[in-house]
């Protein structure tokens, strides 16, 4: 796909919002693409939708430290434009995500962050306007804790298998995971969705019974 074009998609995916995407690919069968609640937005008026680039580490203690900088800033250099970093840090420790390195992602083009992990310098983070998911907040750098092992290729976040190329797509409600293979058609069905449900809510208040505009309409 051309640049132009995945900067549309995402475009549209992030007009979308989660619920209407898992709605879809749960009529798919496709039911354990959402992940789990507990990773958030710092604040609840983020949104991202973007391609997904995966990370993945674990906790190490006994790391060379420059040697974990320098491959952690190598990844971060590799993040594409429109990609959303989708983090598997096994971790419970560490801060994976801080503000000089939400600052290079900007300036790349990168549309989020998704960290099944921790994150810190929320206030400049949250200057920068850059969409971060997060399972929790706090001061310990990652650097002497934390190894960075893969990125680019795919890891498992929240429970959701992500692959480079899948479409990351979240918001107050959480984040859903679209694989590669069925982006571009979940878009499709999940925007005629997204309009039949604003008819639905035009009849809702205008006096329809709720199940009358199931009836008429086929989703509520």
């Given amino acids: 796909m051309s ?8 475009d549209r995916y992030e007009r979308l919002y989660p619920g209407a995407v898992v709605d879809v690919l749960d009529d798919r069968g496709m039911e354990d693409q959402t992940v789990l609640a507990d990773v958030s937005p710092l604040r609840d008026e ?5 391609i997904a680039f995966p990370v993945v580490g674990r906790p190490n203690r006994s790391i060379d430290s420059d040697e974990n900088m320098r491959n952690i800033l190598r990844m971060l250099g590799d993040a594409p ?3 959303v ?13 801080g503000e000089l390195s939400v600052v290079a992602l900007t300036a790349q083009g990168a549309r989020g962050a998704v960290i099944d992990g921790g994150v810190r310098d929320v206030s ?9 998911f997060s399972r929790y907040r706090t001061p310990a750098d990652a650097v002497p804790r934390w190894e960075i092992l893969d990125w ?3 890891a498992v976040i929240g429970g959701v298998e992500v692959h480079a190329g899948d479409v990351v797509v979240g918001d107050v409600d959480g984040v859903v995971v679209v694989p590669e293979s069925v982006r571009v058609s979940v878009l499709e069905e999940a925007e005629e969705l997204a309009g039949t449900e604003n008819e639905v809510r035009d009849a809702v208040r205008s006096g329809m019974a709720p199940i009358d505009a199931y009836d008429e ?4």
């Fill in 85 to 97: 970093l989708a983090y598997q840090t096994n971790d419970n420790v560490a801060a994976h995500l």
């Fill in 3 to 10: 640049k132009p074009a995945q900067t549309e998609l995402c």
């Fill in 217 to 220: 309409f086929g989703v509520f």
């Fill in 81 to 83: 434009e429109d990609s």
């Fill in 46 to 50: 983020m949104t991202t939708a973007g």
């Fill in 124 to 132: 400049h983070i949250l200057e920068e306007e850059f969409p971060v």
């Fill in 152 to 154: 680019g290729e795919s």
